[in-house]
């Protein structure tokens, strides 16, 4: 398999839609990457894959690639993805959102698309901060950070959208950051891989808003800091004392069950045996 | 088919899923709502067994956008609610709108606002129907007034959805939706089913938003080799996002003509006694049978009145309302709400006669005598 970048951009790319509109420092370009290098390694064919998105910057990400895409409306893409997906089956369907999109507008539909467990890889593009309207505080913006509209900080409690994804019935989840790259794409190759919904959480940062409002430094400092804060999730087994005040990353879950569409077309096939 | 199958006695609701069944709809996404639940119920019964999908979802946002999904991804979808649903849909309408995704929306119209009167029939959405969404935007809504055309117009609903690429609302009340009558079963030789227009040239040669001369571009469906791009910005005739004005002033006007202009195409009326009439009712859905009533008895009286239905609620019949009122002397407008059908009459029909309104917003149908009385009380 051929990883060179630009072998990359030329077969998954709309290179006439770049540049793409992402502030310097951003980490959303990391993570699409890393979605492009898992659709490559599996061997996904193009014409099956469809990126549906909701609305702010991480939903941007489809229109610069050449698969079937949707943008739709903020925080209804897993509802877009679930007629998709249900509709035909053979669709390889991923949905790119945010972390305002899918949790804070759209988490009814997050909660509901796991626990049917339809067969749609959801990646969250997480940078605890609304971005494209300017910076204003999201369910994932940590208890005491600063916002445009948290002037005098956040008394928000955030969400742990990894635990509220198995919690609501996912099947694979995971977490990397736009610094770990790799084992983000790790991640989406096994999302893509489990029949049923797989949420990964890609860690990202907002240098322009999030960061320059709570004095993160640029984003360089902001990845140092995930270099320095993050540990994978396997030292809770032999080294837990290495987790505490850690951001844990890795694969926490991942426990297939039946899943929606194949269990519809079990209904369907009562009928045609007749 | 079998002379015995032909005929059934069905609820409106029945009617409008055997109406979508036979024009082809696979695909159907709702949640539960009076009056209109049944439209979900006996979908989700004979889908599976016709191959098609039904899905109850989260919310009506929901169902809105999962039907654009299954349609976009090839099957023709519909989904049903009532007042509040219908709110909750504006958002994803006008996406479908823009997308120029066809699909169908059945709205079993109960009194509102908000939660108001669940079980009880009213027209509280004709202007909802138009308006609800924000913007500019293309709007097709039908209005049946028995159980026969429910099922016709619900196939009509799927033609024009697919012909025009648009959502197309079948804009019923309760009383239309719950009523029991005689359904005559067209055979499907005899049903005119309209399909999407799809791409004929090769994947690379596909501009997806490229309107042929009859303003609509060809629709290819997910999965099928043509990768393109769908938003809800607007979006020049590729399909990616543009800020240019003029583009994006286009867009929102060829969506609007494509429709407006083939206004002929979906124009659907009845006039009852119309010929020598001196006094018109303008009435649709359920009041029209009562509005039907009442001009029988004012006739047996010898006033010369007449009916005036519109099937075809958006776009407005303006072309018919303005010849109505080139002959009429008076024309009554009864509706189950305070007046918004009334609006649009009064502004086309309002400068040659006058333009007066019958209405009730009771959760009760407008009786027979309650029309007379108002035409006759108007004429002591």
């Known amino acids: 398999m051929n990883t060179n970048c630009s072998n990359l951009t030329e077969k998954y790319f709309r290179v006439n839609r770049l540049p793409h509109i992402w502030c310097p420092g951003c980490g959303h370009g990391t993570l699409m990457n890393t979605v492009v290098r898992a659709i490559d390694k599996l061997g996904l064919n193009k014409d099956e894959v469809v990126l549906v998105s909701g609305i702010g910057c991480s939903s941007r990400a489809p229109g610069y690639l050449d698969f079937n895409t949707l943008h739709t409306t903020h925080g209804r893409a897993l509802a877009f993805a679930t007629g998709i997906k249900l509709a035909n089956p053979k669709l390889h369907v991923i949905v790119i959102m945010g972390d305002g999109d899918s949790s804070a507008i759209g988490g009814n539909h997050l909660i509901h698309a796991a626990r049917r467990n339809i067969d749609i890889t959801t990646i969250v593009f997480n940078n605890n901060i609304y971005g494209m309207t300017g910076g204003q505080y999201s369910p994932t913006t940590p208890y005491g950070d600063f916002a445009t509209t948290a002037p005098f900080g956040n008394i928000d409690k955030p969400f742990d959208l990894c635990s509220l994804a198995q919690g609501a019935g996912a099947t694979y989840v995971g977490r990397a950051t736009a610094y770990h790259a790799p084992m983000m794409q790790k991640l989406i190759e096994n999302g893509l891989k489990n029949k049923g919904f797989s949420f990964i959480e890609g860690l990202s940062l907002c240098p322009t808003y999030y960061g320059r409002k709570n004095k993160k430094g640029n984003a360089v400092k902001m990845h140092t800091f995930f270099k320095d804060n993050c540990v994978d999730v396997k030292v809770l087994e032999k080294n837990p004392e290495k987790a505490e005040n850690k951001i844990l990353l890795g694969e926490f879950y991942n426990n297939p069950k039946p899943e929606y569409t194949e269990s519809y077309q079990v209904i369907i096939d009562k009928f045609q045996n007749k | ?380």
């Open chain 2, 1 to 380: 088919m079998n002379s015995e199958k032909k005929y059934k006695l069905l609820q409106g609701n029945e009617a409008c899923v055997e109406g979508a069944l036979a024009a082809g709809m696979r695909f159907f996404a709702g949640y539960p709502i009076t009056p209109s639940t049944e439209i979900a119920e006996i979908s989700a019964q004979k889908l599976p067994q016709l191959g098609g999908k039904f899905i109850q979802m989260e919310d009506e946002l929901a169902s809105m956008a999962a039907i654009i999904g299954g349609s976009l991804a090839g099957l023709k979808s519909m989904t049903a609610t009532s007042g509040p649903g219908f709110s909750l849909m504006q958002e994803n309408f006008g996406y479908a709108a823009i997308t120029e995704i066809p699909c169908v929306i059945v709205n079993v119209q109960r009194g509102g606002p908000s939660t108001g009167l669940p079980t009880s029939p009213a027209q509280g959405e004709i202007m909802q129907a138009k308006w609800g969404t924000h913007g500019d935007h293309p709007v097709v809504a039908l209005t049946p007034n028995s159980v026969q055309e429910t099922y016709e117009y619900a196939i009509e609903a799927f033609n024009i959805a697919e012909k025009y690429r648009t959502p197309v609302i079948l804009l019923m009340d309760e009383t239309v939706g719950h009523m029991r009558e005689k359904l005559q079963f067209k055979d499907p030789s005899e049903i005119k089913v309209v399909n999407r227009k799809k791409p004929t040239c090769k994947p690379e040669e596909y501009i997806a938003y490229k309107p042929d001369e009859d303003m609509i571009p060809p629709m290819a469906s997910f999965g099928e080799g043509y990768r393109y791009h769908v938003t809800g910005l607007t979006h020049d005739e590729t399909g990616f996002p543009t800020n240019n004005n003029e583009i994006s002033g286009k867009l929102v006007q060829r969506i609007v003509d494509k429709v407006e202009k083939n206004i002929d195409d979906i124009t659907f009326y009845e006039e009852y006694k119309m010929e020598d009439a001196e006094i018109v009712i303008v009435a649709f859905g359920g009041v029209s049978r009562a509005a039907k009533s009442a001009v029988d008895n004012m006739r047996n009286n010898n006033i010369k009145v007449g009916m005036f239905r519109p099937i075809t609620i958006w776009p407005f019949l303006e072309k018919q309302i303005s010849a109505v009122s080139e002959k009429a002397k008076e024309i009554y407008v009864a509706e189950m709400n305070l007046g918004q059908y009334f609006i649009e009459v009064d502004r086309v029909a309002g400068k040659k006669c006058p333009v007066k309104k019958i209405n009730k917003i009771t959760g009760e149908l407008i009786t027979p005598k309650e029309i007379s009385d108002a035409v006759m009380g108007g004429r002591e």
